[in-house]
């Protein structure tokens, strides 16, 4: 599957962006998929995931609140929505696919999109 994230951009601390991530080449509704950022000099880390039928969702601890995963499988596509942002947020963010019932995780990557939250 080919996923290709959008909507990252440059805002002010407390406002919201909207991520999205497009995915194309399988049967989306057959993948848990995932949000993951990087910061510079950081190692990448888990934001939020989405279970294959959208009814499970799970969060990292610093975004549990603000940020909001969804996913629309008529349009194969996987969304967060980042509200109260902090310049902490500022990362590359990817969205993942895992495919479901796989044991390998996430399998298959996006190329990023900046996030940057100014103070």
């Known amino acids: 599957v080919q996923l290709v994230e959008s909507g990252g951009g440059l805002v002010q601390a407390g406002g919201s962006l909207r991520l999205s991530c497009a995915a194309s080449g399988r049967t989306f509704s057959n993948y848990n998929m995932g949000w993951f950022r990087q910061a510079p000099g950081k190692e990448r880390e888990f934001v939020a995931t989405?279970?294959?039928?959208?009814?499970?969702?799970y969060y990292a601890d610093s975004v549990k609140g603000r940020f909001t995963i969804s996913r629309d499988n008529a349009k194969n596509t996987v969304y967060l929505q980042m509200n109260s942002l902090k310049p902490e947020d500022t990362a590359v963010y990817y969205c993942?696919?895992?495919?479901?019932?796989?044991?390998?995780?996430?399998?298959?990557w996006g190329q990023g999109t900046q996030v940057t939250v100014s103070s």
């Open positions: 989405i279970s294959y039928g959208g009814s499970v969702t």
């Open positions: 993942a696919a895992s495919p479901r019932g796989s044991a390998n995780g996430y399998e298959f």
